[in-house]
Nanobody, 124 residues
C-alpha cells in the first residue's frame, strides 16, 4: 500500500505561481511512477503531468507545457508540481497519484494509488 498526501494548494492571482507537494509513504517510493491529475467542478479528472521513478522521463498535458514542471526527490519520498503563469482555467482540485509501472501514462485507470487532493484556485 502507498499513502499519498498533497499540500501546497491555495488561492493565487492569474500569472502567479504555486508549488504542490505530494509526500508518499508505504511502498518503496523510488520504484513508483508518479503523476498529477486535476478535476475542475463539473468536469472529469484529467492528466496534468507524470514522472518516472528515475526522473528520466516526464510527460505533460499540452496546455501546461512550459508552465508546469514535475520533479521528485526520492530521498524525501516526495514529488512536486511547480506551477507558473497560472490561469483561471487551472482552477481545480489537484490529485497526486502513483503506479507501479515504469511508463508515463495519462490514463486514470493505470494509477493504483491516489491522494485526497488539494484545491488550487486562480483568480482573474
Amino acid at each position: 500500500q502507498v499513502q499519498l498526501v498533497e499540500s501546497g494548494g491555495g488561492l493565487v492571482q492569474a500569472g502567479g505561481s504555486l508549488r504542490l507537494s505530494c509526500a508518499a509513504s508505504g511502498r518503496t517510493f523510488s520504484r513508483l511512477t508518479m503523476g498529477w491529475f486535476r478535476q475542475a467542478p463539473g468536469k472529469e479528472r484529467e492528466f496534468v503531468a507524470a514522472i518516472t521513478w528515475s526522473a528520466g522521463a516526464t510527460g505533460y498535458k499540452e496546455s501546461v507545457k512550459g508552465r508546469f514542471t514535475i520533479s521528485r526527490d526520492n530521498a524525501k519520498n516526495t514529488v512536486y508540481l511547480q506551477m507558473n503563469s497560472l490561469k483561471p482555467e487551472d482552477t481545480a482540485v489537484y490529485y497526486c497519484a502513483a503506479r507501479a509501472g515504469s511508463a508515463i501514462t495519462a490514463s486514470i485507470l493505470t494509477y493504483d494509488y491516489w491522494g485526497q487532493g488539494t484545491q488550487v484556485t486562480v483568480s482573474s
